[in-house]
């Protein structure tokens, strides 16, 4: 063993080591790593920042924007209602969104198979009342074993095929892949299913103040206009969509106020009393198809999107303290719209124009972003933190998933790489406004991004030493004497321990020879050892930074480094234990 290969082991494993320990955060640890690593010459200093350009980087970050996009339009929260309105155990929703995802996969990146379901991941936690991180890991892991079902499903499947080829003349076909895949598939989402809570319950790591500000609870009233889709629905059916974050007061028709009683039809012409979060307001208001009290300010800036709504507070010498709506005349005068009041510790039981204002309430305004701080600052309002409010603004529902589509079909039919679609596709959601630019900025998270830009060059370290010919060389001494089962058997565990520092298609590439050269020391046929390095290289349950998909649930699952061995860990035997008799039914080693 060189010393810069002896180096370069010892400063995965101190990392390794860091990441387990927890103290400091992921991306710090992989930052001090990379500075390691040039420090003591296995990284060359014009190599540093090679990480910040590599694919992996540009995809995850890419998809998040994506993903932020679709749970933006609203249209899964609308599928998740009138598909699945009953769908309420943590269980069958987890079965529902493993599933899905893993059938995805099989046909696109997995990727993206991924960051279309993220959203509804989302909406089924607060609906179950548990933390996202139950479903996201578990959502991780079953896009992996989706991937190995066919030829297209993930990029070892496509290395191997391409080296079968070259060795015997044969390349593995789209669907060669589908029986051992689809046992492995199947018995690692029961694992899953079943086993689910072996994921610690954690809350994001680095939740943003929008987050802390969305729990906040507001009144508001919204009309029930003609052609609206909540004509002759109950109460109960118009707020369900809230998901049980937003409450009526009172129903006023006509000059009869009722009491909101959760049977009473709902007619044309009703304004309906609301409290509640602004998320659960808003997924009420354009579920039902309603329409917020104010003008539609669109008609007279031109542009929808110039339209946005704030959050601010009113101060004790405000114009507005002591006035309401009406006797402000704010739409007229200001050009501005009220579209809801908060009050700590107290419900509203009036229309919002009626509403008299009082210093320390919180209210939403909405108005054109150009005019908008002027008014504020006329009007002696505050503002609270920046942040978006979808309350009242008009939205693109199925844009975004026109967008991801149109990529996924890019690069299924390979016209266009992973990479060169999903920055497309990124980009293409800022410039047809399906999210804001600002969203999509909030929509990157920076400590993941340079996690993974830093640990790529400490990675590669190992192959540039040349440290993986080294355990490939005591890979073969270990398996000479070993049975047919025990050689695949080490194959597997070897492909699935190197992946998470070489990428799996390398892994492919470093494995698949020394594989088929086994078979042939042996007197077997390769496809089944080659078939064990595919699995091993597209089956990285134990870290966050093995596979994009696992690094791309890290952040908003909150997880740490040590919680992914604790679900992935099982799940890894019991993925290498169904393999080798499958890959012995399915291609007979003689």
């Not at 990146?109 to 279309?116: D, R």
């Amino acid at each position: 063993m060189s010393t810069d290969q002896l180096l370069s082991f010892i400063v995965i494993f101190l990392m390794m080591a860091a990441f387990i320990w927890g103290k400091y955060r992921h991306d710090v640890v992989a930052a001090c790593s990379l500075l390691v690593a040039v420090a003591v010459g296995i990284v060359p200093f014009e190599k540093a920042f090679s990480g910040f350009s590599d694919d992996i980087v540009i995809i995850v970050g890419s998809a998040l924007v994506v993903s932020a996009g679709i749970a933006r339009s609203g249209i899964v929260n609308v599928a998740v209602q009138r598909f699945f309105p009953n769908l309420t155990t943590l269980q069958t929703q987890l079965a529902l969104l493993m599933i899905s995802v893993a059938v995805l996969s099989a046909f696109i990146k997995n990727i993206g198979a991924l960051a279309i379901m993220m959203p509804m991941a989302f909406q089924f936690a607060k609906r179950a009342g548990v933390p996202v991180s139950r479903y996201l890991m578990p959502m991780a892991f079953a896009a992996l074993l989706g991937g190995l079902m066919t030829q297209i499903g993930t990029s070892p499947n496509i290395v191997v095929s391409r080296l079968r080829h070259e060795i015997t003349g044969q390349s593995f076909t789209m669907f060669d892949f589908t029986p051992v895949g689809a046992i492995l598939t199947v018995v690692g989402i029961v694992f899953l299913i079943l086993f689910y809570w072996l994921v610690p319950a954690r809350a994001n790591q680095n939740p943003s103040i929008e987050e802390a500000l969305e729990q906040s609870a507001y009144s508001s009233d919204a009309t029930v206009i003609p052609g609206s889709s909540t004509i002759g629905k109950t109460l109960r059916e118009l707020l369900k969509p809230g998901e049980g974050e937003v409450a009526a007061s009172a129903i006023i028709r006509g000059e009869n106020r009722l009491a909101p009683l959760p049977d009473v039809k709902i007619l044309e012409g009703d304004t309906v009393l609301m409290e509640g979060t602004p998320g659960g307001l808003d997924h009420v208001v354009s579920s039902g198809g309603l329409k917020l009290s104010g003008k539609p300010i669109r008609h007279f800036t031109g542009d929808a999107d110039d339209i946005r709504a704030i959050e601010a507070i009113v101060a004790n010498d405000s114009r507005v303290a002591g006035l309401s709506a009406r006797a402000l005349s704010l739409f007229h005068s200001y050009g501005i719209n009220l579209l809801a009041v908060g009050r700590q510790g107290q419900k509203l039981g009036q229309k919002l124009s009626e509403v008299v204002l009082q210093p320390g309430d919180v209210v939403v305004i909405q108005g054109d972003s150009r005019t908008l701080p002027h008014s504020l600052q006329d009007l002696g309002l505050l503002p609270l933190a920046q942040r978006e409010i979808s309350l009242g603004r008009p939205r693109k529902a199925v844009l975004p998933v026109l967008i991801l589509a149109a990529a996924m079909a890019a690069t299924a039919a390979g016209a266009v790489p992973v990479a060169t679609a999903f920055f497309a596709a990124a980009v293409a959601m800022v410039l047809l406004k399906a999210i804001p630019l600002a969203d999509a900025y909030r929509a990157l998270d920076g400590s993941i991004l340079v996690m993974l830009a830093a640990l790529i060059p400490v990675s590669d370290s190992l192959r540039t030493t040349g440290g993986s010919e080294l355990i490939a060389g005591w890979l073969g001494a270990a398996a000479s004497g070993m049975p047919a089962f025990g050689a695949i058997a080490l194959i597997l565990l070897t492909a699935m321990a190197v992946t998470p520092f070489l990428n799996n298609a390398a892994t492919v590439l470093v494995m698949a020879p020394i594989a088929a050269s086994f078979a042939e020391t042996l007197g077997y046929r390769p496809e089944a050892f080659l078939m064990a390095v595919a699995i091993g290289a597209g089956c990285d349950f134990l870290t966050p930074i093995g596979h994009q998909c696992n690094t791309l649930v890290f952040g908003p699952g909150g997880y740490r480094f040590s919680d992914y061995p604790r679900l992935g860990l099982p799940l890894s035997f019991i993925i290498v234990v169904a393999s080798i008799p499958a890959l012995m039914l399915f291609w007979p080693l003689r």
